[in-house]
């Protein structure tokens, strides 16, 4: 992917910081989801007093696409931190990789991890989740 396509990336997810709600953990998260059609979608960690429901921003960026009929997914970026200050990658919880593994191809999807536009690393599905288990194991 090219770099001006991720640093956007890195923008849009890091503005999402601001509406990250977590009341219990200050744990700041934001996510930006490109699809294929080039259309962009973000997200932030909402959390709940009775913690389970909490949403990761991952997963925000994911059901706000879907539920607006995106199906085909590029790349997904992810930024967070204690008090949203960005000093370690922010890798997707288990179950936000799990999400991805339904909609992605693990070969192709992308998951950009930041701490700024000027220290990023690109990883791909399945190297995040290697031998997940998908849709296609139900053929
Ligand atoms: N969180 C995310 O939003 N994404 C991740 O990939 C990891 C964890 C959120 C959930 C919770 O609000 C806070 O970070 C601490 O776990």
């Keep these: 992917m090219e770099k ?3 640093e956007k990336m890195i923008e849009l997810a890091t503005d999402q910081l601001q509406f990250s709600y977590t009341p219990y953990s200050g744990f700041k998260v934001g996510a930006a989801l490109l699809t294929k059609s080039g259309k962009m979608y973000t997200g932030c960690n909402i959390e709940n007093a009775a913690y ?35 000093t370690e990658y922010a890798a997707p919880c288990g179950v936000c990789r799990q999400v991805m593994m339904e909609f992605c191809d693990p070969q192709q999807f992308l998951i950009i991890l930041a701490t700024g536009t000027d220290h990023y690393d690109v990883y791909t599905l399945k190297e995040l989740l290697p031998l997940g288990f998908g849709p296609a194991n139900l053929n």
């Excluded at 921003?57 to 960005?86: H, M, P, Q, Y």
């Design 4 to 6: 001006e396509r991720i």
């Design 52 to 86: 389970t429901p909490t949403n990761c921003a991952e997963r925000t960026a994911f059901f706000k696409a879907v539920s607006e009929g995106e199906r085909e997914f590029e790349a997904i970026c992810v930024v967070g931190g204690k008090d949203g200050i960005l």
